[in-house]
């Protein structure tokens, strides 16, 4: 019976990371197709939704790998820990700031537009990435 509370409450805890990726990639959509008119497709909007809820279920807390040397001034990097954290942060700051700019009403230029946009994409494909990584060695 514990088993399968800890399961259906794991399950439960992506679910949630699945939608904060899918609003988050909502609204750099939304600041994104705002500005820019090739993007205001609702097909785009599914698009980074789907790839936010992807990213935020397989990228966030992925397991751990054991590294030999443990306890060592110089141990290896978990490349799927990086990945994950430094994707999550990318994603995370991109879409904190098309939410301000959207909330704020901001007219940024162009440049801050697409970079909000690469940073979300980037971040999402680190994720990807790194819950891909973690679930091959698991």
Same mark, same amino acid.
């Given at each position: 019976m514990q088993?399968r509370?800890? !399961?259906?409450?794991h399950?439960? &805890?992506?679910?949630?990371?699945?939608?904060?990726?899918? *609003?988050?990639?909502?609204f750099? /959509? @939304?600041?994104?197709?705002?500005?820019?008119?090739a993007?205001?497709?609702?097909?785009f909007i599914?698009?980074?939704?789907l790839?936010?809820?992807?990213?935020?279920?397989?990228?966030?807390d992925?397991?751990?790998?054991e590294?030999?040397g443990e306890?060592?001034?110089f !141990?290896?990097?978990d490349?799927? &820990?990086?990945?994950?954290?430094?994707?999550?942060f990318? *994603?995370?700051?991109?879409?904190? /700031? @098309?939410v301000s700019?959207i909330?704020?009403?901001?007219?940024?230029?162009?440049?801050w537009?697409?970079?909000?946009?690469?940073g979300w994409?980037v971040g999402?494909?680190m994720?990807?990435?790194?819950?891909?990584?973690?679930?091959?060695?698991?």
């Amino acid at each position: 019976m514990q088993a399968r509370v800890r !399961k259906f409450a794991h399950v439960l &805890e992506r679910t949630g990371l699945a939608m904060a990726g899918a *609003a988050s990639g909502l609204f750099v /959509a @939304a600041h994104v197709g705002s500005i820019v008119t090739a993007f205001t497709s609702q097909g785009f909007i599914i698009l980074m939704m789907l790839a936010g809820a992807i990213g935020f279920y397989l990228g966030i807390d992925t397991p751990q790998q054991e590294l030999p040397g443990e306890g060592h001034l110089f !141990k290896k990097i978990d490349t799927a &820990e990086f990945l994950s954290a430094v994707g999550t942060f990318f *994603a995370a700051l991109t879409a904190f /700031a @098309a939410v301000s700019v959207i909330v704020f009403r901001e007219d940024l230029h162009i440049f801050w537009t697409y970079a909000m946009m690469v940073g979300w994409v980037v971040g999402v494909a680190m994720q990807i990435i790194a819950g891909a990584i973690a679930r091959i060695r698991a």
